[in-house]
């Protein structure tokens, strides 16, 4: 079972910088692709929206909301995803969510989500 540690959240004005991390582990055989998904105010947990996603090999996949101004990249060897957020908007604020495939030790495939952290963009 993997276990996935999340920091970085909290309170930021408009066109400020946050940047979130999410360190992975746990009884594993390999990671697969690691992301962020990000659940607005009022909306529920089941309707969470894609951010940003990047593979083992660094290939990534962005959201036109937050293309240009969100970058997330991995360190394969700390088995941690980062989420480097700039320019933030009010409608950023939402909780954000780690999410990692993975092969557990027994070969089955699986994912795993964080517990989320908070981000508040407001002035």
């Known amino acids: 079972q993997v276990q996935l540690v999340e920091s970085g959240g909290g309170l930021v004005q408009p066109g400020g910088t946050l940047t979130l991390s999410c360190a992975a582990n746990?009884?594993?055989?390999?990671?697969?692709?690691m992301g962020w998904y990000r659940q607005p105010p009022g909306k529920p947990r089941d309707a969470r929206e894609l951010v940003s996603t990047i593979t083992t090999g660094g290939i990534t996949n962005t959201a036109d909301s937050v293309k240009g101004r969100f970058t997330i990249s991995r360190d394969n060897a700390k088995n941690t995803v980062y989420l480097q957020m700039t320019s933030l908007k009010p409608e950023d604020t939402a909780v954000y969510y780690c999410?990692?495939?993975?092969?557990?030790?027994?070969?089955?495939?699986?994912?795993?989500w964080g517990l989320g952290t908070q981000v508040t963009v407001s002035s």
């Open positions: 746990g009884r594993i055989f390999s990671f697969g692709v």
């Open positions: 999410n990692v495939e993975y092969i557990d030790a027994d070969w089955y495939s699986r994912n795993a």
